[in-house]
């Protein structure tokens, strides 16, 4: 029987020389990281909202206008922006209309929303050339006056996208897989979950990780694998008592090409402390907190009290050599940055402009990293704004 190499078996060679070389340059040339901040021009006053980076340092997001319609932006290495509209946005004076990037991949492929005039979400993909694909999952729910429909999420370099959607009202978000055919895969991870949410990107053998809500309104980590089974954990002493209580659970946010993922819960000790947590591909936990953070505030801690951003998404960022771009919450509730290098060891930053008031809960806010440890993200500032920034490892 012929034995045929798995997608991973056939990249990984490759990849590795190339982290290698990565990881050999930056100690030959290590000098002190620098970051820069940016702000689309028609931002202001509103903010510029980065969402992920590409393996070339391309970042994507959005940014609000004046009349607080958001708009997608790509960043490209040497610092230019390009702004653009889905076809079919929404234009009306709203902080829900518009487009939402949320995922770009190796050669420059978005993923993303828009919500329309009658605020029904609709996905795209956008080619480096500036053309659109509408995506609406079949069993969608497109009525005008249910507000609902489809997002996309993420996409990996062969085109497999994620997303979730909702077919009527009152009844549980799914997830999907669109295969670069056109063909959807719908998916839950419970037959009695509430809501199915993909998180970050499709890695490059189609693995999937997310949330799913039970029916008790508690949050479980889940990881969904290429050939469609559903793995759901939750972190070690994990809390119980539910959302009413500030209870939200877990989350798995990213994964990367190896099959580790990085994601978040909360504890037990009444306080709702976040901690990180690596997944190794046979389900083995790795808890790590960030030094600083705090650990006895409500919400204070690694990752998870820094895990929405303005556009209701949690992150944290990991690329393939292990290291993890995140943020966490300190005792005076400032958020902060952090690196946590693959060998564990952690670097904390803030950028410059964040507002580090004590008990203004702004500050850093990192969402992704790529393979030459290129950080972006965005920042807050004291009037609650929100500007971009990546970080170099110089």
């Known amino acids: 029987m012929t034995k045929h190499l798995t997608l991973a078996q056939f990249y990984l060679p490759a990849l590795c020389l190339v982290l290698c070389a990565l990881a050999l ?5 290590a000098q002190s990281p620098s970051i820069t901040t940016f702000d689309v021009p028609a931002s202001n006053p509103y903010g510029t909202v980065p969402d992920d980076v590409n393996a ?6 959005f940014y609000f206008d004046a009349n607080l319609v958001a708009h997608g932006f790509l960043r490209s290495c040497d610092g230019k922006l390009t702004t653009f509209d889905a076809p079919g946005a929404g234009t009306k004076a709203s902080d829900h209309n518009g487009t939402f990037p ?8 978005v993923v993303g929303y828009y919500n329309d005039d009658n605020l029904v979400s609709h996905g795209f993909v956008r080619s480096p050339d500036g053309q ?13 006056a249910d507000q ?3 997002q996309a999420i993420g996409i990996n370099a062969l085109g497999v996208i994620s997303g979730g959607y909702t077919a009527a009202p009152n009844t549980p978000t799914h997830g999907f897989v669109r295969a670069p055919s056109g063909k959807y895969t719908s998916f839950d991870a419970s037959s009695s979950d509430l809501e199915t949410i993909p998180n970050g990107p499709v890695n490059l053998e189609g693995a999937i990780v997310g949330y799913y809500l039970d029916s008790n309104l508690l949050s479980h980590a889940f990881v969904r ?10 972190g070690p002493s994990s809390c119980t008592t539910g959302v009413t209580a500030g209870c939200y659970g ?5 994964i990367n090409v190896f099959g580790w993922s990085v994601g978040t819960f909360q504890d037990n000790k009444g306080d709702f402390v976040g901690h990180g947590f690596l997944r190794r591909p046979n389900g083995t936990l790795t808890v790590f ?3 600083g953070a705090g650990n006895s505030g409500m919400y204070q801690g690694t990752i998870w009290s820094a895990a929405l951003t303005p556009n209701g998404n949690e992150v944290a960022g990991l690329n393939d050599l292990g290291a993890v771009a995140a943020t966490y919450l300190d005792s005076s509730n400032v958020y902060h940055g952090f690196l946590r290098s693959p060998e564990g060891t952690f670097t904390s930053f803030d950028a410059p402009g964040a507002d580090l008031t004590a008990g203004d809960y702004n500050g850093t806010f990192p969402v992704n990293i790529n393979n030459s440890g290129l950080i972006a993200g965005f920042y807050t500032d004291a009037s609650y704004v929100p500007h971009g920034f990546i970080r170099e490892p110089k």
Do not use: Y
Request: glycine share 16%; hydrophobic share 35%.
């Open 225 to 234: 694998s290429p050939n469609g089974t559903i793995a759901g954990f939750v």
């Open 250 to 254: 877990n989350g798995d946010l990213n």
């Open 56 to 61: 070339e340092g391309t970042v994507v997001g």
């Open 289 to 291: 907190d960030a030094p």
């Open 25 to 29: 340059a930056r100690t030959v040339n």
């Open 132 to 144: 659109f694909t509408t995506l609406d999952e079949p069993d969608a729910d497109t009525n005008p």
């Open 102 to 109: 949320l995922g770009i991949n190796l050669f420059g492929f």
């Open 148 to 150: 609902l429909g489809t």
